[in-house]
Every structure is written in structure tokens, then in C-alpha cells.
């Protein structure tokens, strides 16, 4: 659901926007640019769900081993 949020900025700003990003696209210039920093993903509900996968699990297993083989083999 979207919500309606009146904002204020400069004029020189709100020129800009609509030069640049145009009258009818700021609200989703907007919230590209400032959901990154105020929405958070739920990781740990992600990685459950990830986790349920077992043949992801078993693959992600194989290959972490067989990369720890290969660093075995290096020299330090």
C-alpha cells in the first residue's frame, strides 16, 4: 500500500527534479534512493527459508569442503 508524504525542498532542487528526472517520476526516484536506508530485509527469516532447501544445503556443503581442500594445498 503506498502512503502520500508531502516533503520540502529548494527551489533549485525541485527544478532539477523535473528537468532531470521528470514531473511524473520522482516519487519513484524518491523511494529508489531512500528505501535502501530505511527498509532492512528480514535475513534470518531468509535464511530459514533457505536453509529448508536441502539439495541448496547439500550443493553449498560440497563445495565449501572441497574449497577448504584447496586451500589446504597452498602454500603460506
Request: aromatic share 8%; net charge positive.
Given at each position: 500500500?503506498?502512503?502520500?508524504?508531502?516533503?520540502?525542498?529548494d527551489?533549485?532542487?525541485?527544478?532539477?527534479?523535473?528537468k532531470?528526472?521528470?514531473?511524473?517520476?520522482?516519487?519513484?526516484?524518491?523511494?529508489?534512493?531512500?528505501?535502501?536506508?530505511?527498509?532492512?530485509?528480514?535475513?534470518e527469516a531468509?535464511?530459514?527459508?533457505?536453509a529448508?532447501?536441502?539439495?541448496?544445503?547439500?550443493?553449498?556443503?560440497?563445495?565449501?569442503?572441497?574449497?577448504?581442500?584447496?586451500?589446504?594445498?597452498?602454500?603460506?
Amino acid at each position: 500500500m503506498q502512503k502520500k508524504l508531502t516533503i520540502t525542498v529548494d527551489e533549485d532542487v525541485y527544478a532539477g527534479l523535473h528537468k532531470v528526472i521528470g514531473p511524473r517520476k520522482i516519487s519513484r526516484f524518491v523511494q529508489e534512493i531512500v528505501r535502501p536506508h530505511v527498509v532492512r530485509p528480514n535475513y534470518e527469516a531468509a535464511y530459514a527459508e533457505m536453509a529448508k532447501d536441502k539439495k541448496r544445503e547439500n550443493e553449498a556443503l560440497e563445495w565449501a569442503e572441497n574449497t577448504f581442500k584447496d586451500i589446504d594445498h597452498e602454500k603460506r
